[in-house]
């Protein structure tokens, strides 16, 4: 008896998959620029008018090429890859726009007389900012010093210990602080210190306090949200161990969790270096060096580029160039500050195979 079988079909759409070239992309780019260059030499030619219609217009070809040839869903996802990447261009835009003003503008004085001399008896021309550089590293250094601690041990405590009104006070009173305006930080040590020392204080030890206002609740919240990652398990297997409390958020937790305490840690002394209002109320300005926080004014390289610009000396351009030079300083300690924390979290974070 002869067995019925049907007919086998072939598979749908096997082999048959149709795909833009690889130099579609491209192709479609250089037309977009052609076409937006010839519509605004009619209208009028700029260069930011050019890069928006040639987005525009590379966005519609390579999606309607795509719909033609590949279909509607691969077309969606071209589509959505062009906004994603132009969004990311488009952020890109502001940094390389400061780092290129920065760069160009502070190159002028970025010699060894900027870094080895201070405004001490320069009128005009020549000087340096050696007296803001110290200035703002002693400053930072000891607000570091104190933020740290008390910015981690907090948010150890939020996130190990608190329960209750007192966790939820703390928490509250944190994101109040996250939001305050600088200047209110600045006022306060001024207050302090006016009540103890008198109206005419002005110490650089001010300074610290007033940026430890700003810098510890971002300490506290990055850390704390670094510290609820670690996973549930590796506590309990401590404990399991007979492992103490304590021991396993030292040991166990914070080393886990090191490299992001560092990048959060680097965050905030970026917050906190460039801050200019604070420093002004609270630690004034000078033009001799002063290592000695705890006696007379001191020097910052922001109160210093806002002196410079806001009140320059004859000629105008030897002080614009001394303020864009310190501006360049500070972006390139801040950059140095990423690159410890980056050694920082390498060194101590777990070692994985």
């Known amino acids: 008896m002869t067995q019925l079988t049907s007919p086998q079909r072939p598979a749908v759409g096997l082999g048959t998959t149709r795909h833009l070239p690889s130099w579609a992309p491209y192709a479609a780019l250089a037309v977009s620029a052609a076409f937006a260059g010839a519509v605004l030499a009619l209208a009028g030619f700029s260069t930011a008018g050019w890069l928006v219609l040639t987005a525009v217009v ?63 008896g320069i009128v005009g021309e020549g000087g340096g900012a050696a007296h803001a550089i110290a200035g703002t590293l002693i400053i930072t250094g000891i607000t570091t010093l104190i933020s740290v601690p008390v910015g981690i041990l907090t948010a150890v405590y939020l996130v190990e210990y608190g329960r209750g009104g007192v966790a939820q006070t703390i928490t509250f009173l944190v994101d109040v602080m996250t939001g305050i305006p600088s200047i209110v930080a600045g006022l306060f040590a001024f207050a302090l210190f006016t009540l103890i020392l008198g109206p005419q204080a002005r110490l650089g030890i001010m300074g610290s306090v007033a940026l430890c206002v700003l810098m510890i609740p971002v300490v506290v919240r990055a850390t704390e949200e670094i510290l609820r990652l670690v996973p549930h398990e590796l506590r309990e297997a401590s404990y399991a161990l007979g492992v103490p409390k304590w ?95 980056r050694i920082v979290s390498r060194a101590f974070s777990p070692k994985t195979r």
Do not use: C, H, Q
Request: charged share 15%; hydrophobic share 60%; proline share 4%.
């Open 58 to 120: 590379f966005v519609v070809l390579l999606v309607a090429a795509s719909r033609a040839v590949e279909g509607p869903r691969k077309a969606t996802d071209r589509f959505v890859t062009s906004l994603v990447v132009g969004a990311f261009l488009l952020a890109l835009i502001p940094l390389i726009s400061v780092a290129w003003t920065v760069i160009s503008n502070g190159a002028a004085r970025f010699d060894v007389e900027f870094f080895t001399y201070s405004m001490r």
């Open 247 to 341: 021991r396993t958020i030292v040991k166990v937790v914070l080393r886990t969790s090191v490299a992001g305490i560092a990048t959060g840690v680097t965050l905030a002394i970026a917050r906190v270096i460039g801050e200019t209002a604070p420093l002004l109320v609270t630690v004034g300005l000078t033009t001799a060096i002063n290592y000695n926080p705890f006696e007379g004014r001191m020097a910052t390289l922001p109160t210093f580029a806002w002196f410079s610009y806001a009140a320059p000396s004859l000629p105008v351009e030897a002080s614009l160039d001394r303020a864009w030079t310190a501006a360049l300083v500070l972006v390139i300690l801040v950059m140095l500050f990423n690159l410890i924390a």
